[in-house]
């Protein structure tokens, strides 16, 4: 079997269970040329999310819930990753979740043959990749990590070594976004320009992190508009604002209400924007 054909492979969890398989992105390269690409939202069992992995890569459980579970997934997938290289950044992880997952739903396990990036460099990704010149579109996302992982082995094959210095020391915060409001943002404005909008009296939560703009930002548009914000979801809240990586207790708990009797309505960062521009 050639190592300049192969399948760079990467999945993402939404919790701390290893069959909480929520994303599974993979590259396939032929001849040292990638020949195709395929990334799927996988519902983890229960479709059950842990803030930490939600803030880590932004899936939750708003986005899986009604995406097919792993079986049907593994049926579409099984023909690219068996009987083939397997290149993987911590494949200790990656096949330790498939094995497990594939052990849940009663599927046969095929024996992999894998090599590890990481073991051929004690590198993280972020680091191997800044130390190989390598853009990365967006780490944490199973796609862009195997797209990574996939152009850094065959950077190693070609007999290039990582640059040291070429390694930023910068971190990361994955709670970035996602700061409690506080203070004035939370008290209701008396008087509003235009009362005739879709905010106006309306109860306000923000969960996750926006794209476009800080959640603070946002905040400061709908108090404008006459919204009362609030840091909690309860049975009277109106709207609740999602960006990516979304609370899991907060997602929970509009399902809750809402089948109580409450009408608590989810809007994307789209589609709040697009009510904004409307109303304003």
Same mark, same amino acid.
């Given at each position: 079997m050639s190592t300049l054909s192969f399948v760079a492979l990467d999945v993402e969890t939404a919790n701390n269970n290893q069959t909480s398989i929520c994303q599974i992105g993979y590259v396939i390269v032929n001849n040292g040329q990638i020949i195709g690409e395929k990334c799927f939202l996988v519902q983890p069992p229960g479709n059950e999310y842990e803030a930490r992995h939600s803030c880590i890569h932004g899936i939750d459980a708003l986005q899986t819930r009604n995406q097919p579970t792993f079986p049907e997934i593994w049926n579409r997938i099984e023909p690219d990753l068996t009987n083939r290289l397997l290149v993987i950044h911590n494949a200790s992880f990656d096949i330790? *979740?498939?094995?497990?997952?594939?052990?849940?739903? @009663?599927?046969?396990? %095929?024996?992999?043959? =894998?090599?590890?990036?990481?073991?051929?460099?004690? /590198?993280? $990704?972020?680091s191997l990749a800044e130390s190989l010149q390598i853009e990365m579109h967006k780490h944490h996302d199973a796609l862009s990590d195997a797209r990574t992982c996939a152009k850094a082995y065959?950077?190693?094959?070609? @007999?290039?070594?990582?640059k040291q210095d070429l390694i930023s020391n910068s971190?990361?915060?994955?709670?970035? +976004?996602?700061?409690?409001?506080? +203070?004035?943002? /939370?008290? %209701?404005?008396?008087?509003v320009a235009n009362p005739c909008n879709p905010f106006f009296h309306k109860? =306000? *939560?923000?969960? +996750?992190?926006?794209?476009?703009?800080?959640?603070?930002?946002?905040?400061?548009l709908v108090q404008e508009m006459g919204a009362d914000i609030d840091t909690s979801i309860n049975k009277k809240t109106d709207f609740v604002i999602v960006?990516? @990586?979304?609370?899991?207790?907060? $997602?929970?708990?509009?399902d809750e209400f809402n089948s109580s009797g409450s009408s608590i309505k989810t809007l994307t960062e789209v589609e709040f924007l697009s009510k904004i521009k409307n109303g304003l």
């Open positions: 330790s *979740v498939l094995n497990a997952t594939l052990d849940y739903y @009663g599927i046969s396990k %095929p024996c992999f043959q =894998v090599e590890c990036t990481y073991r051929k460099t004690g /590198l993280n $990704l972020k065959l950077k190693l094959l070609n @007999g290039e070594t990582p971190k990361s915060d994955m709670f970035a +976004g996602h700061e409690r409001l506080t +203070g004035n943002i /939370l008290k %209701p404005k008396s008087e109860k =306000v *939560v923000f969960t +996750g992190v926006l794209q476009t703009m800080s959640r603070e930002n946002a905040a400061c960006g990516q @990586g979304a609370g899991p207790s907060k $997602l929970k708990k509009i």
